[in-house]
């Protein structure tokens, strides 16, 4: 078994790939929090709005970097194929129907099938396009569905004895395989039989991919993988053979014009070089992915491979320029501190410090082997005795976890209940090809003994006897072949010697390494390690910047100084007495040196030596002790507390709170500044490096966001930034440049009334009884989406955007009548801002603010006007009237007077004369 190994391992050797060191792609796992759903996603694809969808037992699931849904489907989707010329719909195949997807006026989807109810045609498992039409293929129909209307058109019915045995589509060109039959090309409404592709032979079609300008790739159920040019067929030559042979390919994927996806059974998926046919990543349980077993590949506008396996759909970003460099075995304890020096990665941990290097030898491979839970190459059955104590049900799970080392047991037994079937599947399809099975399936053993899976590695632990029990534990492992542990680790963390203590922080030294640890100082020279200093609870190490041969080391005993002379070292405790308080920081220049005490820091003066002269003592009041930061920033003395950023006044001799500094504090923000130049701190959701003005290189540390959980920050020499998190380590490239954002998006989920209704998304008219609406948004954007923040205003009522906000969806509980454009912008977590969505709403005004109201209004003010005049005039009309009249009445009167009188006055005057 080694002679075999050894050769195999020579032969990877010699084929291995340049990416020295390399480490795994940034892997984020995403738990489906909908009810009653499974992980059984069939199919990835995502739409032309930049939403992902999952063809899942249970329906349609969508993602939008928000929410989760689901579209019912008439019975399981299968396959999923998105038509971008025509039709531009997603069309999706399912077991005994075919259909698209449809989306309603509400934002809502909706399956739409267009197969024939009444006829049995087994399950669409592919569908391919040309540029006219989709064709949905299952092993006994075939279906020609034109794009411009959706209706089928041509059906192609399999014989019983000659199964459809893939399909696949060459330069507009679609070809079917039929068992027995060979490859036929379909030509109008015939097939027509193609010779060229003899050495597919019986083999079914599995799947297949443009794989440049004259080629497909065609990959069958036998693992071949082809290469067809329209007139013959070649294999394709790739440095994974062997892996993929092992573990057994299920589909392919193009992920760029460079590089390819296999998706294997019980080995994740690879990467592939299409030129070259090397290895460019591993994907797979060993680097991260929550099972080996992949269901389905999709990909993103963003460059994000989708995997559907049986725990959860999990992306690996291919264009992020971060690696993770934890995945590697060797590593004990948790990661405090990174160096990377002379090309070799150190790690200090809280166990020790290691390095990571090469796997040297197929015995060393076998170790590994026999160590890791996923790679045991033998059977092993643990029998112990344990003695505990019956008190309650959750004491025993408790216990039961100690000695299992499991967080979640039943989880482990699922997963090994879920390997012994994947095996079983796999011997069975190397069956039907004829081949002999790698390792036999173990048949469960019956024992009246409890039997519970567990990993080979058990803790022995002793409590109080209460009564004995006896318990067998069994573990089933899986022989590993040598491809799956080559592939997945290349490279092994091996421990430094001489080094057994906890690490705080390294500093490098000319062609030495100064390692920090909780009982002194180390130096380390090639990869060994020797004790120069010995302090327990030393926490802080300084290099002077002007004698880089001096350092201080802070302690819970003081001050220590340390000096290399003459190829040693010289070491100096009587600086003790000068400070004897605990010094967490250190910080300075050639004549003073600041130290950080608890609540307190001591401004030192050195002479030409290094050595202290006078100490003064500086306090800050606190109700509660703190750790006061000490740092040099653009030359001046600089504490970092948790009530803000001070520093010195010299000509006042004191302490003050710089306010120019104050935009960079936040109370709840870690210092890290473990690294000298370099002090980070998190104002708001982006680290910052409060550095020197004259530092000349300016780091891109948007990708810091991305790390909640972030521990320490170390940049390399190459620039390079180095992220420790709780569980891993990560690299930033030095050229790591953000993702244009010309894709980033914001897009309109739904929008309600104040009942929660459902309402039109275009255009939004609204009653002005009934105003108040809500809209759910989303930014499809698949890194850190619940950093992603949105802000609006509405145009003509709101002069200044709002703030931003995580909140996805604005809620607007009265809005007065008028036209109005609501303007949304979505910002991601790394501070690109999408085009600004503008988005129109109408709210209906009341009956008495409508214009035909004004008009009648102003018509029946003019009615009544007139009316009024009118009956003015008829009024002044009567009036004269009575007037007329009384005049003539008073002139007829007068007349009668005057007659009168001159009947009066001529009688007088008669009478006169006679």
């Known amino acids: 078994m080694k002679q075999i190994f050894f050769i195999l391992f020579v032969s990877c050797l010699f084929s291995k790939t340049s990416y020295a060191q390399q480490g795994g792609l940034y892997l984020h796992s995403y738990h489906n929090p909908l009810s009653n759903i499974d992980y059984q996603n069939l199919a990835i694809l995502q739409d032309q709005e930049g939403i992902m969808h999952f063809a899942n037992t249970k329906g349609l699931i969508s993602y939008d970097g928000i ?59 592919h569908i391919v396009l040309n540029d006219q039409y989709a064709f949905f293929y299952s092993r006994k129909v075939l279906y020609r569905v034109a794009l411009y209307n959706l209706k089928v058109e041509k059906v192609w019915i399999a014989r019983p004895d000659q199964n459809y045995a893939g399909i696949f589509v060459y330069r507009n060109d679609v ?211 344990i003695e505990t104590e019956l008190e309650s049900e959750n004491q025993e799970k408790s216990l039961l976890k100690k000695i299992f080392r499991s967080k979640d047991p039943e989880k482990q037994t699922r997963r090994e209940e879920k390997k012994e079937k994947r095996e079983t599947r796999k011997n069975d399809r190397r069956k ?28 022995r632990e002793t409590l109080r006897p209460v009564y004995r029990s006896s318990t067998r534990y069994q573990y089933i492992g899986r022989p590993r072949q040598p491809a799956y542990t080559r592939y997945s680790i290349p490279f092994v963390y091996r421990k430094v010697e001489g080094l057994k203590a906890k690490c705080e922080l390294m500093m490098r030294y000319h062609d030495r390494l100064l390692v920090l640890t909780n009982t002194g100082i180390y130096e380390v020279v090639q990869k060994k390690a020797r004790l120069i200093l010995e302090a327990e609870g030393a926490h802080f190490i300084h290099q002077s910047q002007q004698h880089s041969n001096r350092f201080y080391v802070g302690t819970d005993q003081g001050l220590i100084f340390m000096k290399y002379e003459d190829s040693l070292w010289q070491v100096s405790e009587k600086l003790k007495d000068v400070v004897n308080f605990k010094i967490f920081s250190l910080a300075g220049n050639e004549s003073i040196l600041w130290l950080g005490g608890e609540n307190q820091v001591f401004r030192i003066e050195l002479n030409d030596e290094g050595k202290p002269e006078r100490a003064k003592k500086y306090d800050f009041v606190h109700s ?104 891993a380590l990560y690299r ?84 007065p009548s008028g036209h109005y454009i609501l303007q949304i912008q979505a910002k991601n977590i790394f501070g690109q801002e999408s085009q600004v969505l503008n988005y129109r709403v109408t709210v209906n005004p009341p009956y008495w603010e409508t214009w035909w109201f004004y008009l009648a209004a102003i018509v029946l003010a003019l009615l009544l006007v007139i009316a009024l005049l009118k009956i003015r005039t008829n009024a002044l009309r009567a009036a004269n009237r009575r007037l007329e009249l009384k005049v003539k009445q008073k002139t007829a009167e007068i007349a009668r007077q005057k007659e009168q009188l001159e009947i009066t006055f001529t009688e007088i005057a008669r009478k006169t004369r006679t």
Request: hydrophobic content about 40%; charged content about 20%; aromatic content about 10%.
């Open 67 to 125: 929410a989760w849904e689901i579209t019912p489907t008439l019975s399981t989707p299968l396959a999923l194929a998105l038509d971008t010329l025509v039709s531009h719909r997603m069309l999706v195949g399912c077991k005994e129907n075919f259909g698209y997807l449809e989306k309603l006026a509400s934002g809502q989807r909706h399956y739409v099938s267009i197969s024939d109810a009444n006829r049995s045609f087994g399950a669409i498992t």
């Open 175 to 385: 070809y079917l395989n039929i068992k027995g039959k060979g490859v036929h090309r379909i030509m109008a409404d015939e097939l027509v039989s193609v010779s060229a592709l003899k050495a597919l032979g019986s083999n079914d079609i599995v799947s297949y991919l443009t794989f440049s300008d004259e080629q497909v790739l065609i990959a069958t159920n036998r693992n071949q993988l082809l290469l067809f040019d329209g007139r013959k067929a070649k294999p394709l030559v790739f440095q994974a053979e062997a892996y993929i042979q092992e573990n057994l390919l299920v589909s392919t994927l193009n992920v760029s014009q460079q590089y390819l996806a296999l998706a294997t059974l019980s080995g994740g998926c690879i990467l592939i070089d299409k030129k070259s046919g090397k290895t460019w990543q591993t994907i797979n349980y060993q680097s991260g992915l929550p099972d080996d077993e992949v269901y389905a590949l999709g990909l993103d506008h963003q460059g994000g491979l989708w995997i559907a396996t049986d725990y959860s759909i999990s992306r690996a970003d291919l264009n992020l320029p971060i690696q993770n460099f934890a995945k590697y075995p060797g590593l004990d304890g948790k990661i405090i501190s990174v160096n990377n020096m002379d090309g070799l990665l150190y790690v200090a941990t809280t166990e020790g410090l290691f390095y990571l290097d090469e796997v040297r030898s197929p015995d060393e491979l076998l170790a590994i082997i026999q160590e890791q839970e996923k790679i045991t190459e033998v059977k092993t059955t643990i029998e112990r005795t």
């Open 432 to 459: 039907k090809q004829g081949k002999e099975p790698p390792y036999p399936t173990p048949a469960p053993e019956e024992n009246e003994a409890e039997v519970v899976r567990v990993s080979s590695s058990i803790s």
């Open 624 to 727: 509660y002790s703190e750790k006061v930061v000490v740092r040099m920033i653009d030359d001046q003395a600089t504490f970092f507390l948790s009530s803000g950023i001070y520093r010195y006044h010299q000509a006042q001799d004191s302490l003050y709170r710089d306010t120019s500094l104050q935009a960079f504090f936040n109370p709840r923000s870690r210092i890290l500044y473990k690294q000298a130049s370099y002090t980070w701190i998190r104002p708001d959701t982006r680290w910052e490096n409060i550095h020197n003005a004259n530092q000349s290189v300016r780091l891109e540390n948007a990708f810091l966001s991305l790390f909640s959980d972030l521990d320490d920050i170390y940049v390399d020499p190459q620039q390079n930034i180095w992220i420790i998190t709780e569980t």
């Open 732 to 815: 930033v490239d030095a050229q790591a440049r953000l993702y244009p954002n010309d894709d980033f998006r914001i897009l309109i989920r739904a929008v309600r009334d104040s009942q929660g209704h459902l309402l039109r998304q275009a255009a939004l008219k609204l009653d002005y009884k009934n105003s108040a609406f809500s809209i759910d948004l989303a930014a499809p954007f698949y890194l850190g989406e619940s950093e992603t923040t949105f802000r609006y205003k509405i145009k003509g009522l709101h002069p200044h955007w709002s703030p931003w906000s995580k909140q996805s969806s604005l809620s607007f509980p009265y809005l």
